[in-house]
């Protein structure tokens, strides 16, 4: 952890440890969701998923333009970094109100995501990308605060004056932020409800089990190739047991009027049916 300026630096790995030791007074049970739209990949200078663009200048930079418009200090208690880093506000500590999103900051804390999320915009890093889940997932059993969209909630789903759409609504909506391909998804509840929701979730049960740290994009990786195998599993055998009492198949029909006077149901195995069928097959070949 380096502090310096305005902001707390840190590692996406030491900020569970930080957050559990932190004392929140005032009553959250909001997570606002955002992008920053600028600075974002092009403004940091990203090169292979580096910025050369100085971390402390990125971040101070915001602050001084959120002071020329006349807040008390930066509006986001927490910024995420596009190679995971977490930065704290200092001058926006987890017990201020923050200045997210104009009308309904009241009980919530805003977090920026470095980036421009919308389509043509930038592609989230896999570092991020964990990080994002991780510190969301922390907040979310920090604060004891249900990982749902009507308590994590993007800036998109408010009106210009703070009123609640719950949803992205083109022409209602504030802003399209956290961006119209946030999470390789967009920015309305069926998005989030797809992947974002779902991740943090993951992590949730994740941390509960012991996982201090962030998953990586590697244990991500393996995590998503175990669930399509699992996934794929179930498939197979919800099929097999479909198979064990199936209706007659439209192959087996021609078989099955045949054999009706001396079949009490209409339902039976893949092998039953495929059996009637080789049956008939035989019988009409003996016949001719």
């Known amino acids: 952890?380096?502090?310096?300026?305005?902001?707390?630096?840190?590692?996406?790995?030491?900020?569970?440890?930080?957050?559990?030791?932190?004392?929140?007074?005032?009553?959250?049970?909001?997570?606002?969701?955002?992008?920053?739209?600028s600075p974002n990949y092009s403004t940091r200078q990203m090169v292979s998923g580096v910025a050369k663009q100085d971390v402390w200048k990125?971040?101070?930079?915001?602050r001084s333009y959120h002071l020329s418009q006349g807040w008390s200090g930066t509006g986001q208690n927490i910024t995420v970094l596009e190679d995971g880093r977490i930065a704290i506000s200092l001058d926006r500590d987890l017990n201020k109100t923050p200045a997210g999103i104009k009308g309904a900051n009241t009980g919530a804390l805003c977090v920026e995501i470095v980036g421009n999320f919308d389509l043509g915009g930038d592609t989230m890093t896999d570092s991020q990308r964990q990080a994002v889940i991780h510190l969301y997932a922390c907040l979310a059993l920090k604060l004891n605060i249900p990982v749902d969209t009507s308590h994590i909630v993007y800036h998109a789903w408010y009106t210009a004056s703070g009123?609640?759409?719950?949803?992205?609504?083109?022409?209602?909506?504030?802003?399209?932020?956290p961006g119209t391909?946030?999470?390789?998804?967009?920015?309305?509840k069926a998005a989030a409800e797809k992947s974002f929701i779902p991740d943090v979730k993951s992590e949730v049960e994740r941390i509960k089990k012991g996982g201090d740290e962030p998953m990586t994009a590697e244990e991500k990786k393996q995590m998503d190739e175990?669930?399509?195998?699992?996934?794929?599993?179930?498939?197979?055998?919800?099929?097999?047991?479909?198979?064990?009492?199936?209706?007659?198949?439209?192959w087996a029909e021609e078989a099955y009027e045949y054999y009706k006077d001396y079949i009490t149901d209409k339902k039976g195995s893949y092998e039953f049916w495929r059996l009637i069928v080789v049956s008939y097959r035989k019988e009409k070949v003996r016949k001719n």
Not at 6 to 25: A, R, V
Request: charged letters at 25%.
């Open 1 to 37: 952890m380096i502090t310096k300026g305005n902001f707390l630096l840190m590692e996406p790995s030491e900020f569970k440890g930080w957050l559990d030791k932190q004392s929140i007074t005032r009553k959250i049970d909001k997570l606002q969701v955002h992008h920053t739209a």
């Open 58 to 62: 990125c971040l101070e930079g915001m």
């Open 163 to 177: 009123a609640w759409i719950g949803d992205y609504k083109k022409g209602e909506s504030s802003k399209t932020c």
């Open 181 to 188: 391909n946030f999470f390789g998804q967009g920015n309305t």
């Open 226 to 250: 175990l669930k399509a195998t699992v996934e794929s599993q179930a498939k197979w055998i919800a099929t097999q047991k479909a198979k064990e009492n199936m209706e007659c198949p439209k």
